[in-house]
């Protein structure tokens, strides 16, 4: 038997869960709903006022289902040549991958968690949930990234340990290692870290005498990329997943 869930779900307008969900103003939410553009289950609402429950609620806005999140929590598939940033100085920004209702989400605070080099493909998170965010990328937390790494010349086992015993960067005196590592080919190799450092696995790998030609993350905390979800593409995720 399901365990029932102690906290009950808010009641918005449809109007308001429009407005939540980042379908653009008051008013613009007013016009989906009085041009008939919005349902509910297969019923076209007619009143922006009319009130629905948020727990499960998923809006068809103009032929496209949008589930209801208090929080969003979404996984990108990234191609190379986006920046993960809002203001991108040199290429177009991630967030130009993703449909305006995310973008525009109430309070506009969606962003990657942690950042990928442009060049750099793989699983990106973004979500608007400030403490997801502090639990994902904070060092003492310590999630898993791992990382499909191409190299330019052959990985040797001699690289692999040093990477595993640590090494140091030319900004931190500290060392820092590869929880995990392993040859996957004569030029590649997959490393596990759990820090997030500046172009950390290109320095590492750099350190030890190779030099990084390719970079993918396959891997954040459980989550891998779906099957089938091609570069460019997105998701919803529940956070439990993670």
Not at 34 to 41: F, K, R
Not at 42 to 50: L, M, N, S, T, W
Not at 159 to 181: M, W, Y
Not at 218 to 232: E, K, Q, V, W
Request: hydrophobic letters at 40%; charged letters at 25%.
């Amino acid at each position: 038997m399901a365990k029932k869930s102690s906290r009950r779900a808010a009641a918005l307008s449809v109007s308001q869960a429009l407005f939540s969900q980042g379908f653009g103003t008051r008013r613009d939410c007013d016009g989906l709903v009085l041009n008939g553009l919005v349902s509910i289950a297969g019923r076209v609402i007619d009143d922006p006022d009319e009130p629905v429950e948020t727990d499960g609620l998923v809006l068809t806005v103009e032929g496209r289902d949008w589930p209801w999140h208090e929080k969003a929590l979404i996984l990108l598939h990234k191609p190379a040549g986006y920046e993960c940033s809002q203001k991108p100085k040199h290429w177009p920004s991630v967030m130009t991958l993703l449909p305006p209702p995310l973008r525009w989400r109430s309070g506009g605070d969606l962003q990657p968690v942690g950042r990928l080099d442009q060049d750099t493909t793989g699983l990106l998170l973004l979500t608007d949930d400030g403490a997801l965010i502090h639990r994902l990328t904070h060092p003492k937390k310590h999630v898993d990234k791992v990382y499909e790494v191409s190299c330019a010349r052959p990985v040797t086992e001699e690289q692999l340990a040093k990477l595993r015993a640590g090494v140091v960067l030319n900004d931190d005196p500290a060392p820092v290692r590869s929880e995990e590592c392993e040859i996957t080919g004569e030029l590649t190799l997959r490393m596990m870290l759990t820090e997030g450092k500046y172009h950390q696995v290109k320095r590492m790998i750099a350190a030890v005498g190779n030099h990084v030609e390719a970079l993918h993350r396959s891997r954040f905390g459980r989550l891998t990329i779906p099957d089938g979800l091609a570069p460019g593409q997105w998701c919803w995720v529940d956070p439990a997943a993670i």
